[in-house]
């Protein structure tokens, strides 16, 4: 007996109830797939028979923990979609599991995969698959962050001018993302319910970032040069003046330098000066 390998097999039931369930039917695959040995594979049907009952009343209590988690983790999704339509997706991805698969610990993690399977569900309209895109955008992001937990020192107190641009660098969080949507997504999300065909079509890029001023991940919409900007700056480890070198076809000094202040205002960059002056 390996008992490694029962273990292994009863944390892959336990957390896959669609195939728990109908053990009987899946029962050769189970073995199959996690290459139980007969001697393994006649240990875990004695167990299943003794305990189906209570074992697979512990799966279904999972699944639901699961599901409520998933929710809390989407709320804009859960909020805007169908609850029926999010909740026939939810058991489509649980279908698509493999017996092998492992199930995420984390529920964050989960509700990418989630709304990752989501956008290419053909239960939603284009629309809706912008809502569900924003929000798998903002938790990759929110996860890239507590991956990598940085609180920089903060200085409010620097405000570079046009003569000291050169002494002065910024900072932002490198979870930071620029995305481009095919809707102006702010619109779908104030617009409740979704209505397909009053949304037009136009292009909207979206910044997901850090907050430095408070807890949580923020967005902002910008135009085609902020991006550019914007992608100077997470790039660009020189002073704001080589950054600005970059951006001043566009923009004045003064006009960039209001443009630095607006995103230190929100939280999106810290300022700080360049060690050594």
Request: with cysteine.
């Given at each position: 007996?390996?008992?490694?390998?029962?273990?292994?097999?009863?944390?892959?039931?336990?957390?896959?109830?669609?195939?728990?369930?109908?053990?009987?039917?899946?029962?050769?695959q189970i073995i199959s797939e996690l290459n139980l040995s007969q001697s393994d594979a006649n240990?875990?049907?004695?167990?299943?028979?003794?305990?189906?009952?209570?074992?697979?009343?512990?799966?279904?209590?999972?699944?639901?923990?699961?599901?409520?988690?998933?929710?809390?983790?989407?709320?804009?999704?859960?909020?805007?979609?169908?609850?029926?339509?999010?909740?026939?997706?939810?058991?489509?991805?649980?279908?698509?599991?493999?017996?092998?698969?492992?199930?995420?610990?984390?529920?964050?993690?989960?509700?990418?995969?989630?709304?990752?399977?989501?956008?290419?569900?053909?239960?939603?309209?284009?629309?809706?698959?912008?809502?569900?895109?924003?929000?798998?955008?903002?938790?990759?992001?929110?996860?890239?962050?507590?991956?990598?937990?940085?609180?920089?020192?903060?200085?409010?107190?620097?405000?570079?001018?046009?003569?000291?641009?050169?002494?002065?660098?910024?900072?932002?969080?490198?979870?930071?993302?620029?995305?481009?949507?095919?809707?102006?997504?702010?619109?779908?999300?104030?617009?409740?319910?979704?209505?397909?065909?009053?949304?037009?079509?136009?292009?909207?890029?979206?910044?997901?970032?850090?907050?430095?001023?408070?807890?949580?991940?923020?967005?902002?919409?910008?135009?085609?040069?902020?991006?550019?900007?914007?992608?100077?700056?997470?790039?660009?480890?020189?002073?704001?003046?080589?950054?600005?070198?970059?951006?001043?076809?566009?923009?004045?000094?003064?006009?960039?330098?209001?443009?630095?202040?607006?995103?230190?205002?929100?939280?999106?960059?810290?300022?700080?000066?360049?060690?050594?002056?």
């Open positions: 007996m390996n008992n490694a390998s029962i273990q292994k097999a009863l944390a892959a039931l336990i957390t896959n109830y669609n195939i728990l369930e109908n053990y009987n039917n899946y029962r050769e240990i875990l049907n004695d167990f299943y028979e003794s305990n189906k009952h209570s074992f697979t009343a512990s799966a279904k209590i999972l699944k639901k923990n699961r599901w409520d988690d998933i929710q809390l983790s989407i709320p804009i999704s859960a909020s805007y979609i169908d609850h029926q339509t999010l909740s026939l997706i939810w058991e489509d991805y649980l279908s698509a599991y493999k017996i092998t698969d492992i199930v995420p610990k984390n529920p964050l993690v989960e509700s990418i995969l989630f709304l990752n399977f989501v956008e290419n569900s053909h239960l939603l309209n284009a629309v809706q698959k912008e809502l569900i895109k924003y929000e798998r955008i903002r938790n990759e992001v929110t996860y890239k962050h507590h991956e990598n937990f940085i609180s920089p020192t903060i200085n409010q107190e620097h405000n570079p001018t046009e003569d000291t641009m050169s002494f002065y660098s910024s900072y932002m969080h490198e979870c930071n993302r620029i995305e481009t949507f095919e809707y102006n997504i702010s619109a779908v999300i104030i617009n409740h319910p979704i209505n397909e065909e009053e949304i037009v079509k136009e292009i909207c890029y979206v910044l997901f970032f850090k907050n430095l001023n408070k807890e949580g991940i923020g967005t902002l919409r910008i135009s085609c040069d902020g991006k550019n900007i914007i992608d100077n700056i997470s790039t660009n480890m020189g002073s704001l003046l080589e950054i600005y070198e970059f951006n001043k076809t566009k923009l004045t000094k003064k006009e960039f330098l209001q443009f630095i202040a607006n995103l230190k205002k929100i939280g999106v960059l810290s300022i700080n000066k360049k060690e050594g002056l």
